[in-house]
C-alpha cells in the first residue's frame, strides 16, 4: 500500500493558545487609548467551534488501485484573555518627548458610589508569567506580566504603550461589568489626570458559533473628548471572526480620544476705568492669549453687558501682534459676539478694543460685566474655550439719574383727615412692607424714606402688628384711605409722599 499522509497541525502553536488582542487607541494631550474591551461570550464555558482540521488520502497495492481521502473531526478550544492594547500621544497625535512616569491603570467602580465615577479598587488581573506551572502562557508586549498599574517605559520600542489583558474565566467580561481607565502623569506635569469608564454591554441580536460581537460604551469622566471628532461618549463593537481563516488575529478597534493640557488658551478683560456716570463713555480691552502649541482659529468671544451700557459699533477694533485683524460683531440684547476669521499662533496675543455709553439705566444694574472665549486648535479641530473674564464699574448716580425718593411718615390723626398737623406726633418703630419685599421701619419721629426708587407705582403696606396700641385711623374725606396699603406714583427723579394716619386704640375695663 502506498499512502500519502497529510499531518495535522500542531495545535499547541496554533493562535488558539495565544491569548486574544483587542487595541485602542486614544488620544490625549496626552492622547490616551480607550480599551475596546470584547466578550468572548455571555456563557464563559461556552466553547466556540474552531474549522481547524486535517485531510488525509491514500491508495492501495491491489491489481486495481483504490484511492481514500478523508478528513479529522473539528477542534473545540476555549479562548482565555483579552487584551486592551493602547497608547498615549500627544495632543497632535504625536510621541510625547519623554514618558518617564507616566502610568496607566484600569480600577472597579466604587461600590459606595452610585454616580458610577468614583474609583474603587484595582481590577484583580490574571498574572500571565506562568508562575508555579499555572499553565498560562507569557503575556504580551509591553505588560508581560500583566501589572496592573502599569507603568510606562521610555524605551524605543516601548514608548507610550501599554496593555492589559482581561480574563473572562473571571467575569471580568459579563455585560454590565463596568472599569474605569486611568491614566496618570508625572508630578508636576502640565497634564492632568484621565478617567474613562468603560462599560461591557449586551450584544445585538443572535452571536453565531463562530463569529462574537463584543459592545461596549466609553464615556469620558473628565470632561474632555474621546474621538477624533470631539464625541465625550462612544458606543460601538468588536468583531472577532473566524479563528482558522484569521489565524486568530488581533482584530483591532482604534477608538481615539484627546487629553490635552486643560489651559490652552487664557481670556482677560479690562476697562480704562474703575468709577463712571450716566453720560460717560467706558472702553473695554478683551485679550485673548494662546499658551497652546498649535495655532487657534475660530475664535468666537461672548461678551455680556451690564445693564445700561450701549456698545458704539464704529469704536470696535482687533489686532495680533501690531496687525489689523478683522472682527465682526453681533448684538442680541445684551449680549455682544465678536467672530475673527485670523488663526492665533502660538504665544501670540488677540486684543480686542471697543467703547460702550453709560445710559442712565446703569445706575439699576450691577456694572459688572463678562466674557468667554471659544475656539479651536487649527490640527485636530478640537474645541476649547476659558472664561468667564470680568470687570467691575462702580456706577455713581450723576445728575442724569431717573430714580426718585419715596418719603412718608406714620403719624396720630387727631382729627381723622389723614393729613399730619403740627400736634399730630409721629409713631416710633412702625414697619411698612414695600412690594418688592423692602422692610422699612420708621425713626423716633415716625418718619421713613427710600432712595434710589424706579420711576412707576409703587405701594406700601403699613404693618399693624408693629404698633401695638394703635389701629389705622379712619378717614372722613376719602374713602381710599382707609387702608392699611397706599399706591403712589413716582416720576424720573422725582419726590413722593405716602403717609399713614393711626389712631390709639381704646379697651373698655371689664366689670367684675
Known amino acids: 500500500?502506498?499512502?500519502?499522509?497529510?499531518?495535522?497541525p500542531d495545535i499547541?502553536?496554533?493562535?488558539?493558545?495565544?491569548?486574544?488582542?483587542?487595541?485602542?487607541?486614544?488620544?490625549?494631550?496626552?492622547?490616551?487609548?480607550?480599551?475596546?474591551?470584547?466578550?468572548?461570550?455571555?456563557?464563559?464555558?461556552?466553547?466556540?467551534?474552531?474549522?481547524?482540521?486535517?485531510?488525509?488520502?491514500?491508495?492501495?497495492?491491489?491489481?486495481?488501485?483504490?484511492?481514500?481521502?478523508?478528513?479529522?473531526?473539528?477542534?473545540?478550544?476555549?479562548?482565555?484573555?483579552?487584551?486592551?492594547?493602547?497608547r498615549i500621544l500627544g495632543c497632535a497625535g504625536k510621541l510625547l518627548p519623554d514618558y518617564t512616569g507616566f502610568s496607566t491603570a484600569v480600577y472597579e467602580l466604587n461600590p459606595g458610589d452610585m454616580t458610577g465615577t468614583e474609583l474603587g479598587n484595582l481590577v484583580n488581573l490574571t498574572r500571565t508569567d506562568n508562575i508555579n506551572g499555572n499553565n498560562i502562557p507569557d503575556g504580551l508586549f509591553p505588560n508581560i506580566e500583566n501589572i496592573n498599574p502599569y507603568f510606562l517605559d521610555d524605551k524605543n520600542e516601548k514608548r507610550g504603550v501599554y496593555n492589559f489583558l482581561l480574563d473572562p474565566n473571571k467575569g471580568q467580561l459579563i455585560p454590565?461589568?463596568?472599569?474605569?481607565?486611568?491614566?496618570?502623569?508625572?508630578?508636576?506635569?502640565?497634564?492632568?489626570?484621565?478617567?474613562?469608564?468603560?462599560?461591557?454591554?449586551?450584544?445585538?441580536?443572535?452571536v453565531g458559533a463562530v463569529n462574537n460581537v463584543i459592545r461596549y460604551i466609553a464615556t469620558s469622566l473628565d470632561g474632555q473628548p474621546i474621538s477624533t471628532t470631539g464625541e465625550t461618549t462612544v458606543e460601538d463593537s468588536v468583531i472577532i471572526n473566524d479563528a482558522e481563516k484569521q489565524e486568530l488575529k488581533l482584530f483591532a478597534f482604534q477608538l481615539s480620544t484627546s487629553m490635552c493640557q486643560p489651559n490652552q488658551m487664557q481670556i482677560v478683560k479690562t476697562?480704562?476705568?474703575?468709577?463712571?456716570?450716566?453720560?460717560?463713555?467706558?472702553?473695554?480691552?478683551?485679550?485673548?492669549?494662546?499658551?497652546?502649541?498649535?495655532?487657534?482659529?475660530?475664535?468666537?468671544?461672548?461678551?455680556?453687558?451690564?445693564?445700561?451700557?450701549?456698545?458704539?459699533?464704529?469704536?470696535?477694533?482687533?489686532?495680533?501682534?501690531?496687525?489689523v485683524v478683522n472682527i465682526t460683531t453681533e448684538k442680541q440684547g445684551s449680549t455682544v459676539v465678536f467672530r475673527t476669521d485670523a488663526t492665533l499662533p502660538?504665544?501670540?496675543?488677540?486684543?480686542?478694543?471697543?467703547?460702550?455709553?453709560?445710559?442712565?439705566?446703569?445706575?439699576?444694574?450691577?456694572?459688572?460685566?463678562?466674557?468667554?472665549?471659544?475656539?479651536k486648535r487649527a490640527d485636530n479641530r478640537f474645541a476649547i474655550k476659558d472664561g468667564p473674564a470680568t470687570h467691575q464699574l462702580k456706577i455713581r448716580e450723576g445728575i442724569t439719574s431717573d430714580c426718585g425718593t419715596i418719603i412718608g411718615r406714620v403719624f396720630?390723626?387727631?382729627?381723622?383727615?389723614?393729613?399730619?398737623?403740627?400736634?399730630?406726633?409721629?409713631?416710633?418703630?412702625?414697619?411698612?412692607?414695600?412690594?418688592?419685599?423692602?422692610?422699612?421701619?420708621?425713626?423716633?419721629?415716625?418718619?421713613?424714606?427710600?432712595?434710589?426708587?424706579?420711576?412707576?407705582?409703587?405701594?406700601?403696606?403699613?404693618?399693624?402688628?408693629?404698633?401695638?396700641?394703635?389701629?389705622?385711623?379712619?378717614?372722613?374725606?376719602?374713602?381710599?384711605?382707609?387702608?392699611?396699603?397706599?399706591?403712589?406714583?413716582?416720576?424720573?427723579?422725582?419726590?413722593?409722599?405716602?403717609?399713614?394716619?393711626?389712631?390709639?386704640?381704646?379697651?373698655?375695663?371689664?366689670?367684675k
Open 271 to 323: 476697562g480704562d476705568r474703575a468709577t463712571a456716570e450716566p453720560g460717560d463713555t467706558s472702553i473695554y480691552r478683551i485679550s485673548v492669549r494662546n499658551i497652546a502649541d498649535v495655532g487657534l482659529d475660530t475664535l468666537v468671544i461672548t461678551d455680556t453687558l451690564p445693564l445700561g451700557f450701549k456698545l458704539l459699533p464704529k469704536s470696535i477694533r482687533g489686532e495680533i501682534d501690531g496687525q
Open 1 to 8: 500500500m502506498k499512502a500519502i499522509e497529510h499531518k495535522p
Open 412 to 511: 396720630v390723626d387727631k382729627n381723622f383727615d389723614g393729613e399730619q398737623q403740627p400736634n399730630e406726633p409721629g409713631v416710633p418703630n412702625a414697619v411698612v412692607y414695600m412690594e418688592d419685599g423692602n422692610r422699612i421701619t420708621t425713626d423716633p419721629n415716625g418718619l421713613f424714606s427710600v432712595a434710589n426708587v424706579l420711576p412707576g407705582n409703587h405701594t406700601g403696606v403699613l404693618d399693624l402688628t408693629s404698633l401695638p396700641g394703635y389701629t389705622l385711623a379712619p378717614n372722613l374725606y376719602f374713602k381710599e384711605r382707609n387702608s392699611q396699603s397706599r399706591l403712589v406714583r413716582l416720576e424720573p427723579g422725582g419726590l413722593v409722599r405716602m403717609n399713614f394716619a393711626v389712631t390709639p386704640t381704646f379697651q373698655e375695663e371689664v366689670q
Open 176 to 206: 454590565g461589568k463596568t472599569y474605569i481607565l486611568v491614566v496618570n502623569p508625572p508630578a508636576n506635569s502640565v497634564f492632568q489626570q484621565r478617567r474613562i469608564q468603560i462599560k461591557i454591554l449586551q450584544p445585538i441580536g443572535n
Open 12 to 86: 499547541r502553536n496554533s493562535g488558539w493558545f495565544k491569548i486574544l488582542k483587542l487595541t485602542f487607541l486614544a488620544v490625549s494631550i496626552l492622547q490616551t487609548s480607550i480599551p475596546a474591551i470584547a466578550q468572548q461570550s455571555t456563557q464563559t464555558n461556552q466553547k466556540v467551534p474552531i474549522n481547524n482540521t486535517a485531510t488525509y488520502s491514500y491508495t492501495d497495492d491491489s491489481p486495481k488501485p483504490t484511492r481514500y481521502q478523508g478528513f479529522s473531526s473539528k477542534l473545540n478550544v476555549k479562548p482565555s484573555l483579552v487584551d486592551p492594547l493602547g
Open 346 to 375: 502660538p504665544g501670540k496675543v488677540l486684543n480686542i478694543a471697543y467703547a460702550t455709553q453709560i445710559t442712565s439705566d446703569a445706575i439699576r444694574g450691577t456694572g459688572r460685566n463678562s466674557a468667554i472665549v471659544n475656539g
